[in-house]
């Protein structure tokens, strides 16, 4: 099974700061199935990315994901007050799927 | 397109449970459908999914032997039949519709049940 570890646990920053969120897999993933999602607090996921770059339908672009074989990578360029949330990345060409510990964006 | 849980609530350790997830705005057999789960304070496991023409069903380590999934086409529902149930079941479970065609991240989220296992 393909573990995926993210990292940092917490990412505290400002509102307007560009926010680096790494998810880095045990072993080669296909840039095809890496998919990152949002959660606010008390709410569902959402899905952000899929196919590690391709931003899911309403996703602003200030979101944008990249990487390859075993380093991905979630940016947010500019965090807006909502985007404070926690985050996590998925290996869906695998079954079953697997995801992330998750990294918490708060507000510093 | 709406997923709504239910079936959530308290049961004892060794008990059983059934989660049903009623669709609204699509045909649940036209897509693969999955059951995550959210321990409290915790991150996002995958429980179980079935194909869309429900030939397939797949199950996460933790509950296999345990809980079964099926749906109800007649009704547009999913299900999660939960057995021998365990303190370390305790979480919120998601009813998760996967993206048209195969291998596809999941794009549609329930707002999910609780499930307490507790003595």
């Known amino acids: 099974e393909t573990v995926l570890t993210q990292s940092p646990g917490t990412l505290s920053l400002s509102p307007g700061e560009r926010a680096t969120l790494s998810c880095r897999a045990s072993q080669s993933v296909s840039s095809t199935y890496l998919a990152w999602y949002q959660q606010r607090p008390g709410q569902a996921p959402r899905l952000l990315i899929y196919?590690?770059?391709s931003r899911a339908t309403g996703i602003p672009d200030r979101f944008s994901g990249s990487g390859s074989g075993t380093d991905f990578t979630l940016t947010i360029s500019s965090l807006e007050p909502e985007d404070f949330a926690v985050y996590y990345c998925q290996n869906y060409g695998t079954s079953p799927q697997t995801f992330g510990q998750g990294t918490k964006v708060e507000i510093k | 397109v709406q997923l709504v849980e239910s079936g959530g609530g308290l049961v004892q350790p060794g008990g059983s449970l059934r989660l049903s997830c009623s669709a609204s705005g699509f045909t649940l057999s036209t897509y693969h459908m999955h059951w995550v789960r959210q321990a409290p304070g915790k991150g996002l496991e995958y429980v179980s999914g079935i194909t869309n023409d429900g030939g397939k069903t797949i199950y996460g380590d933790s509950v296999k032997g345990r809980f079964t999934i099926s749906r109800d086409t007649s009704k547009n529902t999913l299900d999660l039949q939960m057995g021998c149930l365990r303190t370390e079941d305790t979480a919120v479970y998601y009813c998760?519709?996967?993206?048209?065609?195969?291998?596809?991240?999941?794009?549609?989220w329930g707002q999910g049940t609780l499930v307490t296992v507790s003595s």
């Open positions: 196919g590690t770059s």
């Open positions: 998760v519709k996967e993206k048209a065609g195969n291998w596809q991240p999941f794009d549609f």
